[in-house]
């Protein structure tokens, strides 16, 4: 099992009461919407959780933006919307048909935008009408741009329809389509929290001087507190460990984790690519489209052992960062070899869409068959 961040139990109570606000808010007939910024491993996920774990009586839709779905339009709002296409019907018939040709279940020519946009605030809103609905949206710097469209068209025009969106940004992305919706930003731990999470993640004792430069360096940073130290040897710990300026924190992380993958066989190289390129976690599919590419299941074992990779009725990154670490560090051949795989193992008759968008990812150049099929 990957390990459950130790930082859970720190003290948010800020951000914490503000959720508690949000839904308290929804449960009375309004509509809400926040959106958490901060870099990487602040804890913005970690809030997400919370926020579904307090919504007793609500409709809970949570989705992650995925980098490998950035160019495919609509990709996200699909995820959002698939489980609830069984409202569908409760569409006026334009708006209806436009979502119906947006997410590839009718053919027509390519919907209006605004159509489309309606047609999730319509369909958000039928869902509503059952129970309060809550929408989490998590590493939005990664949905595609025409969903981001989408979003933020709801998110402005929602008043009194019992939905809350709830959107995570990673810092330095600007968003500007989010730029006039509520937000709050996300800090970093404070000095007495920062000292408790690395002293529960540092065996021994640590001494006093070079803990306060850890927390400094990190600025209280959850996930680099938990994560750097182990990178460093027992002479570091001890005294001699100096952190260069931590300019881009997200990207010293994703270095830290490409040093463990590196480290790995390659076959479980290789299935972690399949993985982070496959967006909706599904165990079935990445198994399957490992065979074709003769990874077996052994490959995964060293994942484990790492707390990167965890394959079970999902599929489960110990984090984000390691999924974008993942996909981007693999070459063109690599990407293209797992998307062409995912697509084959693809069900073309029950998830035409995804069919086409990992045909389209494992497209060395321009294909008239696939973009025929986009």
Not at 202 to 208: C, F, H, K, M, T
Request: overall charge negative; hydrophobic content about 50%; aromatic content about 4%.
């Amino acid at each position: 099992m990957l390990a459950k961040p130790a930082f859970d139990f720190l003290d948010r109570t800020a951000e914490c009461e503000q959720l508690d606000r949000l839904l308290a808010h929804v449960r009375e007939g309004q509509s809400a919407v926040l959106v958490l910024r901060g870099q990487a491993g602040i804890g913005k996920t970690a809030l997400l959780d919370y926020a579904a774990r307090q919504a007793s009586g609500f409709r809970v839709a949570q989705i992650a933006g995925v980098e490998a779905e950035m160019e495919l339009p609509f990709a996200s709002a699909h995820q959002l919307c698939g489980p609830m296409l069984a409202r569908l019907d409760a569409l006026p018939p334009p708006q209806r048909d436009a979502l119906s040709v947006a997410f590839g279940l009718a053919s027509g020519e390519a919907p209006e935008r605004f159509l489309v946009a309606l047609a999730v605030l319509s369909l958000l809103s039928a869902v509503a009408e059952e129970r309060p609905l809550l929408c989490l949206i998590d590493d939005a710097q990664f949905v595609d741009a025409a969903s981001v469209q989408v979003l933020a068209f709801v998110a402005r025009r929602l008043v009194a329809e019992s939905v809350a969106l709830l959107f995570a940004v990673r810092e330095p992305a600007e968003m500007q389509a989010f730029q006039d919706l509520p937000h709050t930003r996300v800090g970093g731990l404070n000095t007495r929290d920062a000292r408790t999470l690395l002293a529960a993640v540092v065996p021994g004792r640590l001494d006093a001087r070079v803990r306060d430069r850890i927390v400094a360096e990190t600025r209280g940073n959850p996930l680099a507190l938990l994560e750097l130290p182990r990178s460093m040897s027992a002479a570091e710990l001890g005294g001699g460990y100096e952190l260069p300026d931590v300019v881009d924190l997200s990207g010293r992380l994703e270095d830290n984790y490409l040093r463990q993958i590196g480290a790995l066989p390659e076959a479980t190289r290789r299935l972690l690519v399949l993985a982070a390129a496959e967006s909706v976690g599904n165990a079935v599919l990445v198994w399957r489209a490992a065979r074709r590419l003769e990874i077996g299941r052994g490959a995964l074992g060293p994942a484990q052992e790492a707390q990167l990779l965890e394959i079970g009725d999902e599929v489960r990154f110990r984090h984000p960062l390691v999924r974008s670490a993942v996909y981007r560090a693999a070459s063109p051949e690599e990407r293209q070899a797992v998307h062409r795989a995912l697509a084959e193992a693809t069900d073309v008759q029950i998830d035409p869409d995804r069919h086409a968008w990992h045909r389209a990812g494992a497209a060395p150049g321009l294909d008239e068959d696939v973009a025929s099929e986009l």
